[in-house]
């Protein structure tokens, strides 16, 4: 009687083990439009930042970031680009790199 109890019990264990692994179709589609809206927000965040340097700031023509980004002096002649999520990461006058022309 004591292993038939202890049998059913093992089995409910693994039973209920194996059922919060699995990821339903709900599961899935909740996690995909989560990480679409975080995608979605650190882009609206980036064109805001990007268009109010593009008004408020200085760009600097013929020079670019470490990767390639457009780079903006500000009023307290800070030298910064704006990353994928929207922040400004400043850099110093020598990490700048000259622009690729065409």
Do not use: C, W
Not at 57 to 77: E, M, N, T
Not at 80 to 97: C, P, Q
């Amino acid at each position: 009687m004591n292993k038939l109890i202890l049998t059913i019990a093992f089995a409910g264990m693994v039973s209920v083990a194996s059922a919060q692994e699995k990821n339903t179709k709900t599961d899935t589609v909740v996690n995909d439009i989560k990480k679409g809206v975080k995608k979605a927000g650190h882009k609206t965040a980036e064109l805001g930042v990007k268009g109010g340097a593009k008004i408020l700031d200085q760009q600097i023509k013929g020079k670019v970031g470490p990767a390639g980004q457009s780079v903006y002096r500000d009023g307290k002649d800070r030298i910064y680009y704006v990353d994928g999520k929207g922040n400004k990461i400043y850099i110093k006058a020598s990490d700048l790199k000259p622009a690729k022309t065409p």
